[in-house]
C-alpha cells in the first residue's frame, strides 16, 4: 500500500520490516528522524528489538560490532561528524566481516558549519570496506535498505544505504510499503556465518601477525567480487516479489547519446527530466544514475560508457587537491579501455546548493561545445566575484 | 532449509577472520614486565603522630564497616584507655590528618570516645594474655595512666604485675586531676577494672617509698615508677600561703569537699592544662567571675588550646602578661599585687622571652586564688638521675641494675599528656620483656622495629609479631592520596552545649557522637596506606591479574587480593588508581 513518507521514514520502515534485532545510534542532524521514529517501534513493541542509547557515533558502531558478532541483525545510522566519527570502527566492521547496515544521510561537515546536502562525507569513506549503495528516491531507499541486508548477510561485510539530506531525507513522497508477510518472503531470519556462543567460546578479530593479515584482506576484496553477481541475484528475487528493480547502474537514452551525464542521489531525477526536454529538441543526451559506487562496478562502467564520445560527471564532493571523487574514479575505470572517451569533472550542488535543471543543462552544454576538457573539474554556480 | 534461506549463499564465501579458541592464559604476559607492582601497607600520619601508636587507619576502616567491635580490640592493642583518651586526649592526630589537606581532619578524638564508650557498654573483654606465662614479676608504683598502661602490657605479654598506689582509689591524675564534666568517674572506673580483669592487682593505699625498695627488690624482678609529680611548684612571692593548690582543689572537688560559696571574683595563676581545669570547675561551682592570670601570652600556654578555647567561652577571662608579685589580706578578702611583662625575641624553647615590663603595678581584689604554675616530683628520688648505668628512651629512663628500675609517666615524658603516659608505660613493658628475653643489647634494635612510622611512638602489635609488624615505616603523605576517589564531605562534629547549660553543672560537657555520625565521620577517613578493600586495584587492572585471595591463605598473607605475576604486565595501574597509597610499584629484579 502506498503511503505519502519522509525518506527518512522509508529506512525506518523498512528497518521496522526487516525485523532488526538490535540499534544502536547517536542523534545527528539529518539524520535523526529514522532513529526517532525506530526508537518509538522499540518503545510501544512494534520491533521486538534493543536500542543502545551510547553517547558518540563511536560507541554506537562499538555497539553494533558487538551485537553483530553475538549474530543478530543490527542496523545504525548517522551523518556527516558522526560517520567521520565512526570512521576507526568502519574499517573493523568490515574486516571482522560484520553485516551490519547503515543509513548515511549525505551532509556537508564543517566549517562553515552546514547541515546540507554534501557527499564528501560518505566518499571519505570509500576505502573503509563498506558496500554503499547511492539513492534517488523515497521508493528506493526503502527497497534498498530491505536489499542491504540480505546483501550484507550474504557476502558477510557491511552495507551503507545513502541517501541525499532533505532532499530526500526530509521530503515525503508515496512510497508503496509491503506488508510484513511479503517483506518476510523476500528478506528471511538472519543465519550468522560468525557469531560468538556461550557453548563455544573463542576470542574475535584478535592478532593477525604478517603470516595471515594479507590473505584476510584478500579474502574481503574477494567478498567485494562477488557482490556484483549477489546483487543481480537479490535484485532478481526482489523484482519477483515487488516488480522493481534499479541495477548497480541505470543508463537513460545512452545507445547514440553524444553526451552522457553521469549522476547520483536526487540529481538524477532532475537529470531525467533534462534528458526528455532535450531529446524532444533533438540532443544526443544520455545519463548513467550511479548507484553502487563499493564495490565499485567496473564492467558495468566501462560497457555503459566505453563507446561514448563524451561524458560529463557530476560531483556534489570535492576531493581537494585533486578533482570530484566520482569522477576520478570513472576516468580510472576508463583509461585502460581502448579508445575511451573524454570524461569531463563539474563540482556543484556542494553544502545544499540546489542543482536545477538549468545546472545539468549548463553543464550538457559546455560538454558538448568543448573540443577536450580543459581542468580535471569545473565549478558550476559559483557566485559571480563581488 | 527454505528456499530464501538457500539463496543466502553463505556456504559460497567463507568469510575469514582472525578467530581463537584457546585461553588467552598461552600468553603470559607478565614477562613484558619491568615494574612490579605489590601490596605495601605505609604509615598514616596519625597514628606515628599518636603518643600511644594507635593503628587509627585501621579503626576508622573498621568503624566505617561498621565492626566496632573490631575497632575497639585495635584500639585495646595499643591503649587500654579509649573511653578516657576519646575524652582527654589532646589528639595530636588530627592536626596531620591528610584529609585536612583535603576538606577537614577527620574526628579522631570524638571517634575514639565513641568507640571506647561502645566497648563499655557491651562489656567487651580486654585482649588475652600471652598464652606463655613468664615467671618474672613486675612492681609498678602509681596507678596513674603510666602505671595502669605498663602494668597492662606487661600482664598481656605474660608477666605479673602488681600496683602500689598511695591514693585510696586508682587513677592517679586522671582520678583526681581531671574534672568530672571532662572525664566521669564511671568511665574511668571501667576502664580501670578491665585492665585487673587481665591480672593485674591493685593496692591502694600503698605509697611506695624509698625505705619499701629493698623489700620489692626479694619480691620482684624489677620496679616501674610512674608516680607523676605530686608536689606542686612554690610561687616564691610574700604572701603565697594565701594562695591554694589547684591540684589539691580539683582532688577535694572530686571527693565533694571543695565548694565555691559567696565566691564572687575568683582567679587562678598559670596557663597548665591544670589551670584551666580549675578556672572552668570555678566557673561550674558558682564562681560569678573567674581571672585566669598568666605572665605569658595566650599563644605560650603550655594548655592544650581547645581546653583555652572552651574556657574562654565558658566565661574564664584570661589576663595576660601580668605577673604576681606579692598577695596580701584585705579584710576577708585577698589583694593580688600584678606586675607587667613584656615579650621579646625567643628564649631556648622557642617561646617569647618574657620580661618585666616598665609600667603601675595592679592590685586585684578577690575571694579565692589558686596557683596552679605546674609541680614536680613529691620525693628526690623520684627524680630521674643521670647518674650511674641509666639510659633515656623516648618517654622512660632505665636503671640497669640487678633490680632494674624504668622511671616513666610524667616524671621522664617531655609532654606531660594521657597519651605520652600510656606510650611511655607501652615502652617500659618493652624494654623489661626484651632485657629478660633477649638481654640489654638486643633493646635498641627491638624498639626500632615496633616504631609506627618514623617518629617514636611504638607499637605492641608489632612488638607481638602481629600483622601490623609488617607495614612500611614509610609515612603516607597527602600527595600520594588519590583524591579522585573521594569526594568533598564536612567533618561531623561532637554536639557541644553552649556555655549556659554548663554553669552548675559537672555533668559531661561534650556528648559524644550518635551512631550515624560516628559511622559518616569513619567513612571519611582516607585509611591512609591502608588496603580496606575498596576493591579498586582488581576493577581496574586491565590484564584481570588482580585475583581475589583464597580465604584459606588470605589470613597468612594479611590481604585479601594477590596479583598473579605470571600475568601482570607491570603497568602500574593497581597502584595509581589505589586510593590510600596501600599499593607500590618497584623495580622488576626477579628474572621470569
Known amino acids: 500500500m502506498k503511503e505519502v513518507i519522509e525518506g527518512s521514514h522509508a529506512v525506518s520502515e523498512a528497518v521496522r520490516m526487516a525485523r532488526v534485532q538490535v540499534m544502536s545510534a547517536y542523534p545527528i542532524t539529518p ?79 564543517g566549517p562553515g558549519w552546514n547541515i546540507w546536502m554534501d557527499q564528501t562525507d560518505s566518499l571519505s569513506q570509500r576505502d573503509t570496506g563498506w558496500i554503499q549503495l547511492y ?58 556465518n560468525i557469531r560468538l556462543e556461550h557453548e563455544n567460546p573463542c576470542a574475535m578479530s584478535q592478532m593477525a601477525p604478517p603470516g595471515h593479515y594479507m590473505e584476510m584482506r584478500h579474502a574481503i576484496q574477494g567478498a567485494m567480487e562477488t557482490v556484483f553477481e549477489t546483487f543481480s541475484e537479490i535484485e532478481a528475487d526482489f523484482d519477483a516479489v515487488f516488480g522493481r528493480k534499479y541495477g548497480m547502474l541505470e543508463a537513460v537514452e545512452c545507445e ?17 527530466q533534462v534528458v526528455a526536454d532535450l531529446r524532444k529538441k533533438g540532443e544526443r543526451i544520455g545519463m548513467v544514475k550511479l548507484k553502487m559506487f563499493r564495490p565499485f562496478p567496473l564492467e558495468a562502467i566501462r560497457e555503459t560508457l566505453g563507446g ?9 564532493n570535492f576531493s581537494f587537491g585533486a578533482s570530484g571523487i566520482f569522477a576520478q574514479e570513472i576516468r580510472a575505470a576508463l583509461c585502460n579501455h581502448p579508445g575511451h572517451p573524454q570524461v569531463f569533472g563539474y563540482i556543484g550542488g556542494l553544502g545544499g546548493r540546489d542543482i536545477t535543471t538549468d545546472t545539468l543543462e549548463t553543464i550538457y552544454r559546455m560538454t558538448k561545445e568543448s573540443p577536450e576538457p580543459a581542468r580535471e573539474s569545473v565549478w558550476v554556480g559559483l557566485k559571480e566575484e563581488e | ?52 601508636g594507635e593503628d587509627i587507619g585501621r579503626i576508622e576502616m573498621l568503624a566505617a564497616k561498621g565492626d566496632l567491635d573490631g575497632a575497639w580490640e585495635t584500639i585495646l592493642g595499643e591503649n587500654p584507655f579509649p573511653a578516657v583518651c576519646g575524652r582527654v586526649c589532646f589528639h595530636p592526630c588530627e592536626g596531620v590528618c591528610n584529609r585536612g589537606e583535603f576538606d577537614s581532619a577527620i574526628a579522631i578524638h570524638g571517634l575514639e570516645r565513641f568507640i571506647g564508650d561502645a566497648g563499655i557498654r557491651k562489656k567487651l573483654s580486654a585482649p588475652v594474655p600471652r598464652h606463655t606465662k613468664v615467671s618474672k614479676r613486675i612492681a609498678v608504683a602509681g596507678a596513674g595512666p603510666a602505671g595502669l598502661s605498663a602494668a597492662y602490657f606487661l600482664a598481656r605479654i605474660g608477666y605479673g604485675c602488681d600496683i602500689f598506689e598511695a591514693a585510696p582509689e586508682p587513677g592517679g591524675l586522671l582520678r583526681w586531676g581531671i574534672p568530672q564534666y571532662r572525664l566521669p568517674a564511671a568511665v574511668l572506673a571501667a576502664e580501670i577494672d578491665r585492665i585487673e580483669s587481665i591480672g593485674v592487682k591493685i593496692h591502694c593505699n600503698s605509697p611506695i617509698h624509698e625505705g ?117 589580706r584585705k579584710d576577708r578578702d585577698c589583694r593580688l599585687i600584678l606586675g607587667p611583662m613584656r615579650a621579646e625575641g625567643t628564649a631556648q624553647d622557642g617561646r617569647a622571652r618574657i620580661l618585666p615590663a616598665d609600667g603601675e603595678e595592679e592590685s586585684l581584689d578577690v575571694q579565692s586564688l589558686y596557683r596552679a604554675i605546674g609541680a614536680e616530683p613529691a620525693a628526690d628520688w623520684l627524680r630521674p638521675s643521670q647518674k650511674g648505668d641509666v639510659e633515656r628512651f623516648s618517654r622512660s629512663r632505665i636503671y640497669y641494675d640487678q633490680f632494674p628500675i624504668i622511671f616513666g609517666g610524667d616524671l621522664t615524658n617531655p609532654t606531660k599528656s594521657v597519651a605520652d603516659a600510656i606510650g611511655s608505660g607501652k615502652e617500659a613493658a618493652m624494654l623489661f620483656d626484651t632485657l629478660f628475653a633477649e638481654g640489654r643489647e638486643a633493646i635498641h634494635d627491638r624498639l626500632q622495629q615496633c616504631r609506627v612510622g618514623q617518629g617514636k611512638s611504638l607499637s605492641m602489635e608489632m612488638y607481638l609479631s602481629g600483622r601490623r609488624k609488617t607495614r612500611n615505616k614509610e609515612e603516607v603523605p597527602f600527595e600520594r592520596i588519590n583524591t579522585e576517589h573521594f569526594t568533598k564531605a564536612p567533618r561531623q562534629n561532637t554536639p557541644l552545649p553552649g556555655p549556659a547549660h554548663v554553669i552548675g553543672s559537672f555533668a559531661e560537657t561534650e556528648k559524644s557522637f550518635s551512631e550515624g555520625a560516628a559511622q559518616k565521620e569513619a567513612e571519611r577517613c582516607f585509611n591512609c596506606g591502608i588496603c580496606n578493600d575498596c576493591d579498586n586495584c582488581r576493577l581496574f587492572c586491565p590484564e584481570v591479574s588482580v585475583n581475589l585471595s583464597d580465604p584459606r591463605t588470605c589470613e597468612a598473607a594479611g590481604l585479601n587480593r594477590q596479583i598473579d605475576y605470571q600475568y601482570c604486565k607491570g603497568c602500574g595501574i593497581c597502584v595509581v588508581e589505589c586510593p590510600r597509597d596501600a599499593m607500590s610499584l618497584t623495580e622488576e629484579t626477579t628474572p621470569l
Open chain 2, 1 to 52: 532449509m527454505t528456499e530464501s534461506e538457500k539463496n543466502l549463499k553463505s556456504e559460497r564465501i567463507p568469510p575469514v577472520i582472525s578467530q581463537s579458541k584457546i585461553s588467552t592464559e598461552a600468553n603470559q604476559t607478565g614477562t613484558w614486565r619491568f615494574l612490579r607492582p605489590g601490596y605495601d601497607e605505609k604509615t598514616a600520619p596519625c597514628s606515628a603522630a599518636c603518643p600511644a
Open chain 2, 212 to 328: 619499701r625498695l629493698e623489700g620489692l627488690q626479694r619480691d620482684y624482678d624489677g620496679l616501674f615508677v610512674g608516680c607523676g609529680e605530686g608536689r606542686p611548684i612554690p610561687l616564691k612571692i610574700p604572701g603565697e600561703e594565701l594562695a591554694l593548690d589547684g591540684l589539691d582543689f580539683l582532688r577535694q572537688m572530686r571527693q565533694g569537699k571543695e565548694t565555691c560559696n559567696g565566691v564572687r571574683t575568683a582567679a587562678v595563676i598559670g596557663g597548665g592544662n591544670t589551670a584551666i581545669d580549675v578556672s572552668r570547675s570555678l566557673l561550674r561551682m558558682g564562681a560569678k567571675k573567674v581571672l585566669l592570670i598568666y605572665r605569658r601570652r595566650r599563644e605560650d600556654m603550655p594548655a592544650f588550646a581547645q581546653e583555652v578555647e572552651l574556657a574562654i567561652q565558658e566565661g574564664v577571662e584570661l589576663v595576660e602578661l601580668r605577673a604576681p608579685v606579692r598577695i596580701e
Open chain 1, 308 to 316: 561514448a564520445r563524451k561524458i560529463a560527471v557530476l560531483d556534489r
Open chain 1, 135 to 192: 539513492c534517488e528516491d523515497g521508493q528506493e531507499v526503502f527497497d534498498t535498505t530491505l536489499q542491504a541486508f540480505r546483501l550484507a548477510e550474504t557476502v558477510n561485510l557491511p552495507v551503507m544505504v545513502v541517501l541525499d539530506a532533505f532532499f530526500l531525507s526530509h521530503t515525503y513522497e508515496p512510497v508503496d510499503l509491503p506488508d510484513q508477510e511479503t517483506a518476510d518472503r523476500f528478506l528471511p531470519p538472519f543465519v550468522p
Open chain 1, 256 to 272: 547514440d547519446a553524444e553526451v552522457i551525464l553521469v549522476v547520483t542521489g536526487t540529481a538524477a531525477s532532475t537529470c531525467r
Open chain 1, 31 to 109: 539524520q535523526t528522524h529514522i532513529v526517532e521514529a525506530l526508537s518509538e517501534y522499540c518503545a510501544d513493541g512494534r520491533m521486538e528489538a534493543s536500542f543502545i542509547c551510547v553517547e558518540s557515533e563511536h560507541s554506537a558502531m562499538a555497539a553494533c560490532i558487538g551485537a553483530s558478532s553475538g549474530g543478530v541483525r543490527t542496523f545504525t545510522a548517522s551523518s556527516s561528524h558522526g560517520l567521520a566519527l565512526m570512521h576507526e570502527l568502519l574499517h573493523w566492521a568490515s574486516a571482522a566481516r560484520l553485516p551490519i547496515v547503515m543509513a548515511e544521510v549525505n551532509r556537508a561537515l
